[in-house]
Structure formats: structure tokens, C-alpha cells
């Protein structure tokens, strides 16, 4: 049911964002209408990924496989948004230009999906090996997210007025979300799979499921707050603030859980070394 709960909210969220930028279509010349499809396919690859996800795990209550065949689209879903900056609406450009721009459209999926067929699906379909697979995944999509970022930085400088405004909140999006991606991997590593962990071993067997749900499910009921909320926040205090407020945040976080591990350390191998002998004491009276 928690599992439900967060998968259904993500999918939610982004198809929030996917109906608020298709309906931008509408508006602004051919080329606009062009930049907001784009930016509109992109975000519909994204909630398209993640209803496969919730697929798995909600209809099916299953765990998702790995490697998961939605990991493409997630992937792919960046390139329409490439795309649309490439298209660069904000400026006037004839008509041999807007046909470079389409060019670059087809150029950028092409060069993109040559990058996953040469150094992901290897893993996941010829040779199937998960660590490499995961390894490469994440340096590639990372990769992505850095040059959709850099892209956005150039097309920012050389606009002004409203698109300036679209451009610098399309940055702060991708920059938390690129942030985002790299503390989860640094988290998996060093916070939750420690975390999961102890859950798994000092939790009783029955109440192990119940535990993991509740603790998926705060994960994920916690960063809506964030996710409706930054926006303003980025405007009031200025993105790089809130960039070092995120990064503080997660530092702290990993400091206080290697305090509290320390702290209690003695305490857990006690209790783990009565249940080991409690165990064995069955044993030792019956020779």
C-alpha cells in the first residue's frame, strides 16, 4: 500500500508538469509551439518510465527487474529536451536555420542512442551483467543531465526577457535534479544500503516487509515538499544557496548517521550476541 502510495505520486507529479507544458503549445509562434513539443515529448518519455515502474510494483507486486527495460526511456527522455534548446526559440532565425535546427533534432537522438547501444545494452541484453550495467547507466545518464545543463547555460546567456526567465527555471530544475541523482547514488552507497542493513537484521522476520514499505514510503512522501516547493525557494533565497543548503543538508545527514552507528554500536552488537546465545543455548543442553 506505501509502495503504492509513492509510485502513484510520482506518476502523478509528472504528468502534472507534462499537461502544464503541453499546454504552452499553443501559444507563441511555429517555433515556440515546436520548443514546448519537445519539452512536452520529453517530460511524457519521463511519466511514461515511471508508469512502467509503478506497473511492476503495483499491479504486478513484483520487484522491478534489473536491468529494467524502462531504463531507455529514461535515458531518452533528456534528448527531446536537448532538442528544444537546440531549436533556441528566443531568437529570429530564417528559414534554412529552422531546418538546421530539425537536423539537430535527428543528429542528437541518433548520437545519443549510438552512446546507450554501445555501452549499455551490451550489459542488459548480450552479455547481462548488473554491475556493469548500473555502472555505465549512471556515468551515461549523468553525462546527459551535464550537457542538457550546459546547454541551458548557453541559450540563457545569449536571451533576454521572458525566455531568460524560462531558461534560468529550467536550470535550477535540472541542476537539483542532476544534485539529486548524485547524493541518491552517494546515499545508496554509504547511507541507505548500511541503513537497510540493520533494518534487515534487527528487524523480526514478520515485521521485515512492514519496515521496508514504511521506510520506501517516507522516502518518497518527503521529497514532495522539496519538489513543490523549491521553485520558490530558489527565487527567494537564489539557486547557488539552495544548492549549498541541499549539499549541507546531505553532508550533515551522513554525518549524524555515523554518529548515531558509533554511538550505538555497542549497544547493537550486545543485543545481537544474547540473541546469537539464546539461540544456542537449546544446543548446548540437549549434548
Given at each position: 500500500m506505501l509502495t503504492a502510495i509513492g509510485d502513484l505520486t510520482q506518476c502523478i507529479l509528472l504528468l502534472t508538469a507534462t499537461i502544464f507544458i503541453a499546454w504552452n503549445i499553443t501559444k507563441g509562434d511555429r517555433r515556440a509551439k515546436f520548443f514546448w513539443t519537445?519539452?512536452?515529448?520529453?517530460?511524457?518519455?519521463?511519466?511514461?518510465?515511471?508508469?512502467?515502474?509503478?506497473?511492476?510494483?503495483?499491479?504486478?507486486?513484483?520487484?522491478?527487474?534489473?536491468?529494467?527495460?524502462?531504463?531507455?526511456?529514461?535515458?531518452?527522455?533528456?534528448?527531446?529536451?536537448?532538442?528544444?534548446?537546440?531549436?533556441?526559440?528566443?531568437?529570429?532565425?530564417?528559414?534554412?536555420?529552422?531546418?538546421?535546427?530539425?537536423?539537430?533534432?535527428?543528429?542528437?537522438?541518433?548520437?545519443?542512442?549510438?552512446?546507450?547501444?554501445?555501452?549499455?545494452?551490451?550489459?542488459?541484453?548480450?552479455?547481462?551483467?548488473?554491475?556493469?550495467?548500473?555502472?555505465?547507466?549512471?556515468?551515461?545518464?549523468?553525462?546527459?543531465?551535464?550537457?542538457?545543463?550546459?546547454?541551458?547555460?548557453?541559450?540563457?546567456?545569449?536571451?533576454a526577457g521572458p525566455w531568460k526567465i524560462i531558461y534560468t527555471q529550467f536550470f535550477g530544475a535540472a541542476a537539483l535534479y542532476a544534485l539529486g541523482s548524485i547524493a541518491a547514488g552517494v546515499a545508496i552507497d554509504f547511507i541507505n544500503i548500511p541503513a537497510q542493513t540493520a533494518v534487515q537484521e534487527y528487524t523480526p522476520e514478520r515485521l521485515k516487509g512492514r519496515v521496508l514499505a514504511l521506510q520506501l514510503m517516507l522516502y518518497n512522501a518527503l521529497s514532495i515538499p522539496v519538489i513543490l516547493f523549491i521553485g520558490g525557494i530558489a527565487d527567494t533565497l537564489g539557486l547557488p544557496i539552495v544548492i549549498y543548503l541541499v549539499a549541507a543538508s546531505i553532508i550533515a545527514f551522513g554525518l549524524w548517521g555515523r554518529y548515531y552507528e558509533n554511538k550505538h554500536k555497542h549497544s547493537f552488537t550486545g543485543d545481537l550476541h544474547e540473541e546469537t546465545a539464546e539461540l544456542t543455548e537449546p544446543e548446548r543442553v540437549s549434548r
Open positions: 519537445l519539452m512536452a515529448l520529453g517530460f511524457a518519455a519521463w511519466f511514461c518510465s515511471q508508469v512502467l515502474w509503478t506497473y511492476f510494483e503495483v499491479v504486478l507486486r513484483k520487484e522491478t527487474p534489473n536491468p529494467f527495460v524502462g531504463d531507455v526511456i529514461l535515458f531518452l527522455h533528456i534528448v527531446p529536451m536537448m532538442a528544444a534548446l537546440a531549436i533556441q526559440p528566443h531568437m529570429r532565425q530564417d528559414r534554412h536555420l529552422a531546418r538546421l535546427g530539425l537536423l539537430d533534432v535527428v543528429l542528437l537522438l541518433v548520437g545519443w542512442l549510438y552512446l546507450y547501444l554501445f555501452l549499455v545494452i551490451p550489459w542488459q541484453y548480450v552479455y547481462p551483467n548488473e554491475a556493469i550495467y548500473g555502472h555505465n547507466f549512471n556515468i551515461l545518464y549523468l553525462c546527459e543531465h551535464l550537457v542538457f545543463l550546459l546547454g541551458v547555460v548557453l541559450v540563457s546567456q545569449r536571451s
